[in-house]
């Protein structure tokens, strides 16, 4: 089984990537084989601008993207929607997304942006069939140990948890897909 965590926050100290870093070292400690996509490592371009698809950022992308049974995203919330990055990934390889199991991390500055991801979630299902894991994972500046500084961590135990439950839920639910054939 092969799932893909994105990691979508542009900050250099952003706190969903460190949600992400620990959905994959849960995902290693089940034996997943897993990978690590963090978005300041390519340099996406917006989608649409002219040949965006044919570059070699976004094809990477789109290769992970399509050869993966699950993909958890670690999204950060901006304006009450997730980040601009999480959505161009959506728009320049919107095929690849056809079909998969997606599982959501937000990390955002208050506890009133909690349904921000949806509509992130629903036009996945209603575009590309996506099936949406039912656990999802929400934190804020709170949760966070050191944070914004390099050796910043999950504070929260109850955090820590959910990521936990959230790489498990997605591993059971990646198996029964594959074994029911609908994916
Ligand atoms: C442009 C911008 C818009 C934001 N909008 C929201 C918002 O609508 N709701 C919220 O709770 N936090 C908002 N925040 C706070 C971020 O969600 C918060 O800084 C979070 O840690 C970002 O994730 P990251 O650290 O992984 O980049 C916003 C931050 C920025 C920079």
Known sequence: MNIVVISCSLDLLSRSYVL???????LEKMGVDVRLYDLREYKL??????????TP???TL???ISEACAIIMAVPIYN???????????????????NKLVGFMCVAGGRSSYMAVMSLANSLMLDFRCLIVPRFVYA????????????????SDDVRARVTEL????VRLAQ??????IG
């Open 20 to 26: 992400a870093r620990q959905a994959v070292d849960d």
């Open 45 to 54: 371009p917006l989608s649409d601008i002219d040949s965006a698809r044919q």
């Open 57 to 59: 950022a976004a094809e």
């Open 62 to 64: 789109e290769a992970a």
């Open 80 to 98: 009450f929607y997730a980040n601009a990055a999480a959505k161009n990934l959506v728009e320049l390889v919107g095929g690849a997304w056809n």
């Open 140 to 155: 804020t500046g709170d949760d966070f140990e050191n944070d914004r500084t390099e050796e910043m961590s999950i504070g």
């Open 167 to 170: 790489a498990e839920t997605t």
């Open 176 to 181: 029964a897909i594959e074994s029911a054939d």
